[in-house]
């Protein structure tokens, strides 16, 4: 029996946006310099008619979802655009003829997505399988546009609609049987999260102090991290390091602390955080060990700083059972980022020793909610990143990162990187996208669907796939 809340869709379009980076971006030894962000708009109706659009957006970041040796960038990106066409072809006929709660939906839809990227890999005659995180970053805009619609169609946020009174199943039908009566209510905040510190990027390419600029950008824009941190307040810093060489990483991490303590010095101290993201490059947890111990040696005050380590090893856990992480996690938190694809991932990254997840919006808003209830469960640390996320996907991010209990900060790298993406939006949400102290105001995403796309907005360029 569907229930009054309940949503059948009735069209999909969807838009690409291409962006220049405003500085490259160093990825798992590649620089990036550009995204394309695919925006959905998604148009569903209640069972006594009420109709609404709804709108989701997002990165399609193929150089970190889909790190191909045999194929450019371009040949992956020309994958994943293809996919969302199918799911934007696709998605009507799930729920045609009858109601769903979007979690649903969501579902439905992720157990597609095998399916239809072997569908695209045989079109394109590509001589590799689409990775299935490709596959969820592209269907991602959908699954967020699946539960904005919901909302605006019913007029209330959807974080109000994930109990009993609204979602027929408990979490048991998504997990396992230790959620039984448990809905996604108990894992969720309906009120926000007020103020949330923002992780800043420092990037291997990017320069720390005005000794290290070597190409300025002259846009207006900080140039260095130094720079960064006087502007915005900073407090948090995420430290991209290259896994390869542990002398110029463990000098990395001193070389902010550097800067960190310069400027406490000069303004008085401020609780710093780093996080330290190795993009899965580091060939053993004996090297993550090593790092870890000449870190601690070199200072207490900067060991004390770093919050949580993400990602360190390769992202295919089951070909590398050997690089368990029970030793480092008892030293810092180790999260899973790459590696975290759905429920069955993420018990057995718990077997080896991982104590943390990374959650994403660009995984899409139905996993990344399931998941989080599940690591909740679990007890394993948390954090919410982004995917360079610019404009409504930023927003849709920082909205999840304010609706999971312990998450304690959000991360919002397209600032520094592709600031066109943001153009229009610091408008309608301005505290979520101007800092102070190095916190946004994250209590503002309180409006219908995903509460941070207005109800009238429409996306220009947006078509029905033929």
């Known amino acids: 029996m569907s229930r009054a809340t309940d949503i059948r869709l009735l069209d999909a379009k969807i838009g690409f946006a291409d962006y220049l980076y405003r500085c490259p971006i160093k990825f798992g030894g590649r620089a990036l310099d550009r995204a394309t ?21 997002m990165p399609l970041g193929n150089v970190w979802a889909w790190p191909s040796k045999t194929l450019s960038y371009h040949e992956t990106l020309a994958a994943m655009k293809s996919l969302a066409c199918r799911i934007a072809r696709l998605l009507p006929d799930f729920a045609r003829d009858e109601f769903f709660h979007p979690l649903d939906l969501g579902r439905a839809l992720e157990q597609a997505l095998a399916c239809e990227s ?21 269907s991602s805009p959908f699954d967020a546009a699946l539960h904005d619609v919901f909302g605006k169609v019913n007029a209330f946020n959807c974080y109000a609609a994930y109990g009993p009174d609204f979602v027929s199943h408990d979490l048991s039908c998504y997990l396992d049987s230790r959620f039984a ?17 923002l992780y800043h990027l420092a990037g291997a390419l990017d320069p720390l102090t005005d000794a290290d600029v070597r190409a300025p950008v002259r846009d207006g824009l900080p140039e260095t991290l130094e720079d960064w941190i006087i502007r915005d307040g900073l407090t948090h810093v995420k430290i991209k390091l290259n896994g390869d060489d542990l002398a110029w990483d463990v000098s990395r991490v001193l070389a902010v602390d550097q800067v960190a303590s310069r400027i406490d010095a000069r303004s008085g101290p401020r ?9 899965e490059q580091c060939q053993s947890v004996e090297y993550l060990l090593d790092f870890l111990s000449r870190v601690s040696r070199a200072g207490q005050r900067v060991f004390d700083r770093v919050q949580y380590i993400e990602q360190p090893t390769s992202r295919d856990l ?40 990374a959650l994403k919006a660009c995984k899409g808003q139905t996993q990344s909610l399931i998941l989080a209830a599940a690591a909740q469960k ?17 927003l849709h991010s920082v909205s999840l990162a304010s609706r999971i209990p312990g998450v304690a900060a959000v991360e919002g790298n397209g600032r520094q990187y592709c600031p066109s993406g943001n153009e229009g939006w610091e408008g309608l949400f301005p505290s979520v996208f101007k800092l102070a102290n190095g916190t946004i105001e994250t209590r503002v995403l309180t409006g219908p669907g995903l509460g941070c796309v207005p109800p009238d907005y429409r996306a220009p360029g947006l078509s029905a796939c033929p």
């Open 118 to 138: 072997e569908s695209v890999v045989a079109e394109l005659a590509l001589p590799e399988p689409m990775p299935r995180l490709a596959a969820l970053v592209a």
């Open 271 to 279: 609780p710093w955080r780093y996080s330290l993201d190795f993009n």
């Open 181 to 197: 009566g448990e809905h996604l209510d108990r894992y969720t905040l309906k009120v926000p999260a007020p103020l949330m510190p």
């Open 378 to 394: 679990l007890g394993l640390f948390l954090c919410v990143q982004d995917l360079t996320c610019t404009g409504p996907s930023y």
């Open 37 to 57: 962000v695919l925006n959905v708009e998604l148009v569903a109706e209640t069972p006594a008619g009420k109709r609404a659009a709804g709108f989701g957006s």
């Open 318 to 357: 089951r070909a590398n059972p050997e690089n368990k992480m029970h030793a480092a996690a008892r030293v810092k938190p180790v999260v899973i980022d790459e590696s975290l694809l759905d429920y069955e991932s993420l018990l057995l990254a718990a077997d080896m020793g991982y104590s943390g997840v």
